[in-house]
C-alpha cells in the first residue's frame, strides 16, 4: 500500500512539473504574397513584396512558404548590399522545389530575391525585419490599413497574425493562470502525499 500511496504522489508531482514547464508558442508559417505564388509582380501590384513585408510582423520560430513553379523559379537568400544591387552570384542559401520553405530563426534583416536573371529587376524580392520582444513594432501608419492588398479579395479581409503588444499581453495573461494553478497543484500534492 506504501508504493502505490508514493507512486501515486510522483505521478501526481511529474503533472504539475510539466504544466509548469509549459510555455505558450505561437509560429506562423507566411505565404509570401498571400493569394500570389512567388513570382515576377504583376503591373497592377508591381510593390506586392514590399506591402506584404510591410503588413506582416514577423518573429523567430515563424517560417515563410514561397510557392512558385520549380522549372520556372528559385529562391535565394542574398545580403543587404546582393539585394540592392541585385547580384545573384554568392547566394547565402538557394532554394528550388517550388515549396520552399525558411524558417526564421534569429533577429535582424532578411533579404531575398529569385535566383532567375532578370526577376530582381522587375521587384521579385523581398525584405524583412525580424524584430526582438523589446525592439519597438511598427508604427500605426505603416500597418495594414495603410498598405491594404491591392487584389480583390472574395473571401473577405486577409486575417493579420496577433502584434507583438497583444502578442506581449496575451503571453503575461496566460502565463498567471498556468503558475497559479502549478503552485496549488504542488500544494494539494504535497497535503495528499502527507494524508495518504
Known amino acids: 500500500m506504501a508504493n502505490l500511496k508514493s507512486s501515486r504522489y510522483y505521478f501526481l508531482l511529474a503533472f504539475q512539473f510539466l504544466v509548469l514547464i509549459q510555455t505558450e508558442v505561437l509560429c506562423y508559417q507566411y505565404k509570401v504574397g498571400d493569394l500570389d505564388a512567388w513570382g515576377i509582380p504583376t503591373s497592377a501590384n508591381p510593390q506586392v513584396y514590399t ?82 520582444a523589446t525592439a519597438p513594432a511598427y508604427s500605426p501608419s505603416n500597418g495594414p490599413s495603410a498598405f491594404s492588398p491591392s487584389y480583390p479579395n472574395v473571401f473577405g479581409s486577409i486575417p493579420q497574425p496577433p502584434s507583438s503588444a497583444l502578442s506581449a499581453s496575451s503571453s503575461h495573461s496566460l502565463s498567471t493562470p498556468v503558475l497559479m494553478a502549478s503552485l496549488t497543484g504542488f500544494l494539494v500534492c504535497a497535503l495528499v502525499g502527507g494524508i495518504m
Open 51 to 132: 506591402y506584404w513585408s510591410k503588413y506582416h510582423t514577423l518573429k523567430i520560430g515563424d517560417s515563410l512558404l514561397f510557392l512558385y513553379p520549380p522549372s520556372q523559379d528559385s529562391l535565394i537568400q542574398v545580403t543587404e548590399q546582393s539585394y540592392t544591387s541585385c547580384n545573384l552570384t554568392d547566394p547565402i542559401l538557394y532554394m528550388n522545389n517550388g515549396n520552399s520553405l525558411f524558417n526564421i530563426t534569429a533577429y535582424g534583416e532578411l533579404y531575398f530575391t529569385s535566383g532567375e536573371k532578370g526577376h530582381c529587376e522587375k521587384n521579385q524580392k523581398l525584405h524583412i525585419s525580424v524584430l526582438s
